[in-house]
């Protein structure tokens, strides 16, 4: 069928239109479009000349591309296992699956370079292998777990694209009329719809060949191969362009990585192994979610997945998330019935920076979904290869999470004299960090969350369902609740959190801010030696000081910021290498009253002015010999500069303020940004109550008098230098600060600290 007019413009009005319905069975048409795929077709496709060479299509082209890249991975595997009870015909069971395997010629197909090119090589029919494996003589009350265990040995088997066959048959024979049967394939073949085709065919022509017939299906028009000659054909040019546009900018400047927090470091070569837990929903849940979807013009997935980015913002602390959803896209005549790899992936992008409440955040997810509708037919891989993303890491091409809903139970066989059951649990193994699967069911919704076991332990995942449950009653409850104060924790976790870890040992502050612990610690020891610099530049000469001295200069600091303004959360820039006059200045804006805000020197100029234009802060510091280095900010305009060197004597000449404001424990100590390595850098800001407990607990775990020096090493805007500046100056250690530069050099800091 020829397509007409604008076949963009027709899907969103026919979405459109469906969900302006809002009747159930409308509304169920809307679900079965985005899982089927039932979208108005192209030109269709034709079967291919004689002895016409075969190229992959863009999904099994990146399978295999994953595949050379991952020697040995089985994370794309298609295993389906099913115990059979009854009394069980082999050889009908072979015959039916060698016909299939006739019938579809991706069965039968290898994949390699041909001239240069991806090519599917087309193997002659043949007949299926049935591996027996006879278990009979096991111990009975060991033998079923044995089984399971070799079932998921068995799946994990790596396929060799370049010469294996596309479906491996393997029966276990735990009785007499006891068997497990695993039919595995690779993903380059198959897909979930293709497990039901796989599953009815098997179904017919057992029942055929069991009954003495001969066992026939009507010819197939056309195969997988000649669907990708269509597709490589019909995805290019202009086509293929503006199909590319639009992705290109929906996914312009998207985070890489979904940051989760592991419990394990993420390894170079990732395992693939994996583990499944799932968690019932009630059926009251279900109802109300359909309801406040029927109420804001959605369909549940759009309700669910929206949810479901809440949750894993809310888990990376990322406020930009890129989810994946699978589509069945068999819209073309003759797909309907043909194994192979249709399968689609959208890119779901969400955006949750201006905190929305959460029934605005679903108006967003809707159009982000319905854009994806339209602009479908761009095969997910075609994307990640024009994307020339990294398909070699251990983190997904665009997404490293996967959100699926599925509406209707997959197709299970009827053979005839057997009774079947699913067997066997998780497969061991995943593509995605995480992927969670939910499924529409008579007692509710289950949700089920497919994790990599070398990066989270299920306790976690178990947790992150726990969240989940609550995350959407809460929704139901208060949909127009902001989604950074939706309810997380379930009743029991709070419970543990707020009455049993929160009742431990607690200790008194003796000081509500940083700068009133030191100067506690000025008044014991004021002529310890509070700062030792080896290495300063010459300009700025001062290479000791003393508690008092130290104390002296940061109040003459404190004095002169506050004629320009500077108190209780108000910001100072400060960009000095590290010396004592960095421990001064940093003092001595708390003294003022401010915060200040670390500027790395060595960090690449517009970094630097993203971070003054970001934070708007009216001073910085700076010494005269760097003044240079800080820009003005994006905007051109910026802070009042002040170079603590060469203007030390108005500094020290200014007069004490008639009433100076103080901090508080609640007012902001200082600002940290961070590296901006998942999105846009951002500024952390640490109040003085937060830091001074922070010191408190480690002056008490970690002792220090005079006699014991701390060796400062860390950049100033990193956030591991607070202790080592700030521990030794509440503690009358000795600060000790390495030289400019010298955190860079091993050999250096050993010789320091030795």
């Known amino acids: 069928m020829s397509a007409s007019g604008d076949l963009l413009a027709k899907r969103r009005a026919e979405l459109e239109r469906r969900l302006a319905e809002l009747t159930p069975e409308k509304r169920a048409q809307v679900e079965q479009a985005r899982t089927s795929g039932a979208m108005p077709a192209q030109d269709g496709i034709a079967p ?420 989940l449950e609550t995350l959407l009653n809460g929704i139901v409850a208060n949909p127009q609740e902001r989604v950074s104060l939706l309810p997380l924790l379930p009743a029991s976790e709070r419970a543990t959190l707020l009455e049993q870890w929160a009742q431990g040992p607690r200790q008194s502050l003796d000081s509500e801010t940083l700068h009133g612990l030191i100067t506690q610690q000025v008044e014991r020891t004021p002529d310890a030696v509070a700062v030792e610099s080896e290495g300063a530049a010459p300009e700025l000469p001062l290479r000791r000081l003393t508690f008092r001295e130290l104390d002296e200069r940061a109040e003459a600091v404190g004095r002169y910021l506050t004629t320009k303004g500077v108190g209780p959360n108000v910001g100072v820039a400060i960009c000095i290498e590290r010396s004592p006059e960095l421990v001064v200045a940093m003092l001595g804006v708390l003294k003022a009253g401010g915060y200040y805000l670390p500027l790395d020197p060595d960090y690449p100029a517009d970094r630097l002015a993203f971070m003054l234009d970001d934070a708007r802060v009216p001073v910085l510091l700076t010494a005269a010999a760097l003044r240079d280095v800080v820009p003005r900010g994006l905007n051109g305009a910026g802070p009042i500069v002040i170079a603590l060197d060469a203007e030390w004597d108005t500094i020290a000449a200014a007069p004490a303020p008639d009433s100076p404001t103080r901090a508080g424990g609640d007012d902001l100590a200082y600002v940290i940004y961070t590296s901006g390595s998942t999105g846009r850098p951002k500024g952390v800001m640490i109040p003085h109550r937060a830091v001074v407990n922070y010191l408190t607990w480690m002056r008490s775990d970690f002792p220090l008098d005079t006699h014991d020096a701390v060796l400062q090493k860390a950049p100033a805007s990193f956030d591991a230098c607070i202790w080592e500046f700030f521990l030794p100056l509440v503690s009358g250690a000795r600060l000790v600060l390495a030289r400019p530069g010298g955190h860079q050099d091993p050999a250096y800091l050993l010789s320091t600290l030795t």
Not at 81 to 102: M, N, Q, T
Not at 290 to 307: E, I, N, Q, V, W
């Open 48 to 467: 291919r000349a004689a002895g016409a060479s075969v190229p992959m299509s863009f999904a099994q082209e990146l399978l295999w591309l994953l595949d050379r890249a991952n020697p040995g991975m089985h994370g794309y595997n298609v295993p389906r296992s099913a115990r059979l009870r009854g009394s069980l015909d082999v050889e009908s069971l072979r015959r039916a699956l060698s016909a299939i395997v006739d019938r579809h010629e991706v069965l039968r197909s290898t994949f390699d370079m041909v001239d240069g090119e991806p090519r599917q090589i087309v193997g002659a029919p043949y007949e299926v292998h049935v591996n027996q494996i006879d278990m009979r003589s096991r111990p009975t009350d060991s033998r079923e777990d044995e089984a399971v265990a070799l079932v998921q040995q068995l799946s994990r088997r790596s396929f060799d694209l370049t010469a294996d066959p596309q479906l491996r048959v393997s029966l276990i024979r735990l009785a007499d009329e006891d068997h497990v049967l695993l039919l595995e394939s690779h993903h380059v073949a198959s897909d979930a719809w293709s497990r039901n085709i796989l599953l009815r065919e098997l179904s017919a022509l057992y029942e055929a060949y069991h009954a003495g017939g001969q066992g026939s299906l009507p010819p197939l028009a056309v195969q997988y191969g000649d669907f990708a000659i269509w597709q490589r054909e019909a995805l290019r040019g202009d086509k293929l362009e503006r199909l590319l546009s639009y992705w290109r900018e929906q996914l312009r400047d998207a985070p890489a990585v979904l940051d989760l927090p592991t419990d394990r470091a993420r390894p170079v070569t990732p395992s693939f192994e994996g583990d499944t837990r799932s968690r019932m929903l009630s059926v009251e849940l279900l109802d109300q979610l359909r309801s406040l979807s029927r109420a804001h013009g959605t369909t549940l997935f759009m309700t669910l997945l929206a949810a479901f980015d809440v949750l894993l913002a809310r888990w990376s602390g990322q406020d930009d998330v890129v989810v994946g959803s699978p589509i069945a896209s068999r819209a073309l005549e003759g797909t309907d019935a043909m194994i192979g790899y249709f399968a689609n992936t959208l890119v779901l992008r969400t955006r949750v920076d201006d905190d929305p409440p959460f029934v605005d955040l679903l108006a967003r997810v809707r159009e982000t979904a319905l854009g994806a509708y339209e602009h479908q037919d761009v095969p997910y891989e075609k994307l990640v290869l024009e994307m020339q993303r990294d398909r070699a890491s251990g983190r997904g091409q665009l997404f490293q999470a996967m959100f699926t809903l599925q509406d209707a139970e997959l197709r299970t066989m009827q053979l005839p004299g057997l009774a079947m059951e699913p067997f066997g649990a998780s497969r061991g193994a995943t593509k995605f960090d995480l992927s969670l699967f939910m499924h529409e069911q008579a007692g509710g919704l289950r949700a089920a969350i497919e994790f990599r076991t070398d990066l989270f332990d299920a306790r976690t995942i178990e947790r992150m369902l726990a969240q």
